[in-house]
Nanobody
Framework: QVQLVESGGGLVQAGGSLRLSCAASGTISRFYNMAWYRQAPGKQRELVASISNSNYINYADSVKGRFTISRDKNTVYLQMNSLKPEDTAVYYC????????WGQGTQVTVSS
């Protein structure tokens, strides 16, 4: 059974940093695309950053210059710097083979 498992979330003060990781468990082919989404309370889930298997990267405007996505095969990372309270959300890992897989989410809370 394939799972995506996120880690690295937590509570941090504004201006701080966190690094999220997401690893695929089980046997699966290489994900074509991997991404980080986030969902804040009362808000829709939004794309934060994505990275293809050819390392094509895209960022949401709200995180450009602060967040960095990277991957190593089926492991994807999100380095988050200069965190703001607006970044508070549950962050979800996503991968597609093209079958879509989602992680369970990891909470990121940024205090002001």
């Amino acid at each position: 059974q394939v799972q995506l498992v996120e880690s690295g979330g937590g509570l941090v003060q504004a201006g701080g940093s966190l690094r999220l990781s997401c690893a695929a468990s089980g046997t699966i082919s290489r994900f074509y695309n991997m991404a980080w989404y986030r969902q804040a309370p009362g808000k829709q889930r939004e794309l934060v950053a994505s990275i293809s298997n050819s390392n094509y990267i895209n960022y949401a405007d709200s995180v450009k210059g602060r967040f960095t996505i990277s991957r190593d095969k089926n492991t994807v990372y999100l380095q988050m710097n200069s965190l703001k309270p607006e970044d508070t959300a549950v962050y979800y890992c996503y991968g597609t083979t093209p079958i879509a897989y989602w992680g369970q989410g990891t909470q990121v809370t940024v205090s002001s």
